[in-house]
């Protein structure tokens, strides 16, 4: 399996959603750590710190430099704002572009649950933006904050190679037996978010929370799953021996 980490993570910030100030440190860390990737940041916003805009050579090189040498990137701009707007197509069709500069991208879009309000509208976005992005050789994984049903029945619909990011953590909020959406989803899923939580819904150090992550990991591993999977886990108290223990724990149950 390649086990990589989302970027921010390994720098220590009470912020958990944090592009990190010295993000060529981070690729560092991720090597000496162990993790197979970083997950790439996109804030939601065009950052012009962020090297993925304006510094794509001293980027790529550092993705080479790791064992997965895939590029995958989050986008967190849908959070915030609607995909009825033009603008956001727009934005999405911006990152798709850019990311086709990249080698072997595979780019993670949320999708809001009040969307499938206008279920026709989504559709019609959704196949539009899998057909830009397949022309561009870009992957899509579409991360879905709604239960498994209503993503099958969406994937249905939309067709055009519709993949899913499973993310432990947000599914677990919705549905709490994530064996068993795993199981329902495995045919769309291309990807993995890794985070566990407490009573309190909280994202806390994986292994601390609610999630029976060795029933998961044993159901991954029955299903013989090879795409991406990527920490996007608390820091605790210093980011890189939290990141250190993450990936101890994982190695023990998987």
Known sequence: MNIGIYQGRLSNSKILQK???NWRGEFL??????????????????NLKNPFWLKKRLLIKEIKKMKNKKTLICDNYLIFNSLTKSKSINYIFKVIYEASKFPRSKLIIPLNKNLLKREEFLINKLILILSFAKKN????????DFDSEKIIALSKKVKSGFKITFDTGNIFL????????????????????????????KN???????????????????????????LETNRGDDALLTAFANLNFLKKIS
Do not use: M, W
């Open 19 to 21: 592009f990190p100030a």
């Open 29 to 46: 860390n991720a090597r000496q750590l162990g993790y197979h990737h970083i997950e790439l940041f996109l804030e939601g916003k065009i």
């Open 137 to 144: 050789n870009v992957e899509i994984s579409f991360e879905c």
């Open 174 to 201: 919705i549905e709490k037996n994530i064996v068993k959406s795993f199981k329902k989803l495995n045919s769309i899923i291309n990807h993995i978010h890794l985070k566990d939580r407490n009573k309190l819904r």
């Open 204 to 230: 806390v150090i994986l292994g601390t929370g609610l999630i029976n992550f060795k029933s998961f990991f044993k159901l991954i591993n029955d299903l013989n799953y090879k795409s991406d999977i990527t």
